[in-house]
């Protein structure tokens, strides 16, 4: 049989993870960047450097809470159906005029947007609010006398634009009931820049036990958000590749193909990232054989599940001929590490001579399937 003799095909369509990889959702064209965390101390003094005036890029207030605003509702809409409700909960700084700017391109896009502001800083916060309005968006200034958990439908998601990199101490009043409030909701919540009530240099330090459902990190992801494990985006194309050398962090190539978000740790808990998996495509000349190698791969803990497909015809040139064979294939469901192991026990099991081991890196997936794929590999010793 000449498959005996099918050469080995073995193409990592996926790339080499680095410390920190992205989700391959955008493209498996270029290698992904490591992007690192920054303090509080650090997002504040780029927040500075983005708006002197005297050096560019100068950005003036309203022109980068616009720029973050469409980045928060870009990153939302990549997370959330427009079918949602979705409830803003606005705080007192640029974090709540991000939501405000967010709420009003949810509107322009379809969602149904009410925004919780209790109170405006300037005129140019109430021109925001005012904007939104004008688009459609509800606007409450009070908590409803049957508590803000009467906003909620059933389709609700909360953006929590209450608190960014500039909040200290316990929640003060008004904030003190929507902290609270947002901590103890089951309803989604997309955190903005970090979940309020978290150190922003050190994450849930008071044990709230908040886990916000997503998190759009504006610029860089700041320290406390790095043992987060929800939807994790990154946007921040707007920050001038200097900054790179100036801060330590990272934009050149992280923003591909006309995005402005890329999304960090897209797994479950634990912060799998789906381009830790593969799928590797095994055939064999028959379901008995498959099936041997099947249970040695599962048993062994080298991967998680293998599909066998039966009755496949495999159609390929050989030698200037035109072959065809009857064959199985298996689907190998495996941690990217330990594709090499797979290839060894195949080669130990297998009949043919070179049999095909082709390898297809892991695009996205539920997240609870990531998880679950995840336990049941053991790790590369
Ligand atoms: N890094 C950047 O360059 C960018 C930052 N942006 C946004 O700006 C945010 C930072 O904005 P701000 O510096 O205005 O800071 P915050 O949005 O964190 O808000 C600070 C405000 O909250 C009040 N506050 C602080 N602690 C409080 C407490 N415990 N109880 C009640 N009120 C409290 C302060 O008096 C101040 O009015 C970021 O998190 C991000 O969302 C984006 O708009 C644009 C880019
Ligand atoms: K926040």
Same mark, same amino acid.
């Given at each position: 049989?000449?498959?005996?003799?099918?050469?080995?095909?073995?193409?990592?369509?996926?790339?080499?993870?680095?410390?920190?990889?992205?989700?391959?959702?955008?493209?498996?064209?270029?290698?992904?960047?490591?992007?690192?965390?920054?303090?509080?101390?650090?997002?504040?003094?780029?927040?500075?450097?983005?708006?002197?005036?005297?050096?560019?890029?100068?950005?003036?207030?309203?022109? !980068?809470?616009?720029?973050?605003?469409?980045?928060?509702?870009?990153?939302?809409?990549?997370?959330?159906?427009?079918?949602?409700?979705?409830?803003?909960?606005?705080?007192?700084?640029?974090?709540?005029?991000?939501?405000?700017?967010?709420?009003?391109?949810?509107?322009?896009?379809?969602? &149904?947007?009410?925004?919780?502001?209790?109170?405006?800083? $300037?005129?140019?916060?109430?021109?925001?609010?005012?904007?939104?309005? $004008?688009?459609?968006?509800?606007?409450?200034?009070?908590?409803?006398?049957?508590?803000?958990?009467?906003? !909620?439908?059933?389709?609700?998601?909360?953006? $929590?634009?209450?608190?960014?990199?500039?909040?200290?101490?316990?929640?003060?009043?008004?904030?003190?009931?929507?902290?609270?409030?947002?901590?103890?909701?089951?309803?989604?919540?997309?955190?903005?820049?970090?979940?309020?009530?978290?150190?922003? *240099?050190?994450?849930?330090?008071?044990?709230?036990?908040?886990?916000?459902?997503?998190?759009?990190?504006?610029?860089?992801?700041?320290?406390?958000?790095?043992?987060?494990?929800?939807?994790?985006? !990154?946007?921040?194309?707007?920050?001038?590749?200097?900054?790179?050398?100036?801060?330590?962090?990272?934009? &050149?190539?992280?923003?591909?193909?006309?995005?402005?978000?890329?999304?960090?740790?897209?797994?479950?808990?634990?912060?799998?990232?789906?381009?830790?998996?593969?799928?590797?495509?095994?055939?064999?000349?028959?379901?008995?054989?498959?099936?041997?190698?099947?249970?040695?791969?599962?048993?062994?803990?080298?991967?998680?599940?293998?599909?066998?497909?039966?009755?496949?015809?495999?159609?390929?040139?050989?030698?200037?001929?035109?072959?065809?064979? *009857?064959?199985?294939?298996?689907?190998?469901?495996?941690?990217?590490?330990?594709?090499?192991?797979?290839?060894?026990?195949?080669?130990?099991?297998?009949?043919?001579?070179?049999?095909?081991?082709?390898?297809?890196?892991?695009?996205?997936?539920?997240?609870?399937?990531?998880?679950?794929?995840?336990?049941?590999?053991?790790?590369?010793?």
């Amino acid at each position: 049989m000449r498959s005996l003799l099918r050469p080995v095909a073995a193409l990592a369509v996926g790339f080499t993870t680095t410390t920190y990889a992205f989700s391959a959702s955008t493209s498996f064209c270029a290698a992904a960047p490591h992007v690192p965390y920054i303090s509080s101390k650090t997002a504040a003094a780029i927040d500075v450097s983005l708006m002197n005036p005297s050096a560019s890029p100068a950005y003036t207030l309203p022109q !980068l809470m616009e720029l973050a605003g469409l980045t928060v509702s870009t990153a939302f809409h990549k997370t959330y159906p427009p079918s949602s409700h979705v409830l803003v909960f606005v705080g007192p700084g640029n974090n709540g005029g991000d939501g405000l700017v967010a709420a009003r391109h949810l509107k322009l896009w379809g969602y &149904d947007v009410t925004c919780v502001v209790p109170k405006l800083k $300037d005129a140019f916060f109430e021109k925001l609010r005012k904007q939104a309005e $004008d688009c459609g968006c509800e606007i409450i200034t009070k908590e409803p006398r049957e508590g803000y958990a009467s906003l !909620l439908t059933p389709s609700t998601v909360i953006i $929590d634009s209450v608190f960014g990199f500039s909040a200290t101490g316990p929640p003060r009043a008004p904030y003190n009931d929507i902290v609270p409030f947002l901590h103890s909701t089951t309803a989604p919540v997309m955190a903005v820049d970090i979940p309020s009530g978290w150190s922003v *240099d050190s994450g849930d330090v008071n044990y709230t036990n908040y886990a916000p459902d997503s998190l759009i990190s504006l610029t860089a992801p700041k320290l406390g958000s790095k043992g987060f494990k929800g939807r994790h985006w !990154l946007g921040g194309h707007f920050v001038p590749k200097r900054f790179e050398a100036e801060f330590g962090i990272k934009v &050149d190539g992280v923003y591909e193909g006309g995005e402005i978000v890329r999304e960090l740790t897209p797994g479950g808990e634990g912060g799998e990232d789906v381009d830790g998996y593969s799928v590797v495509y095994v055939t064999a000349p028959n379901g008995d054989l498959a099936q041997v190698i099947a249970s040695e791969l599962v048993k062994s803990k080298t991967v998680a599940c293998v599909n066998i497909i039966p009755a496949v015809k495999s159609v390929y040139a050989w030698k200037g001929n035109v072959e065809v064979d *009857d064959e199985v294939l298996m689907m190998i469901k495996t941690r990217k590490e330990r594709v090499g192991d797979v290839e060894k026990i195949v080669k130990k099991l297998h009949e043919y001579e070179t049999p095909e081991v082709l390898v297809v890196g892991v695009e996205g997936g539920s997240k609870e399937y990531l998880k679950w794929l995840g336990e049941s590999v053991d790790k590369r010793k």
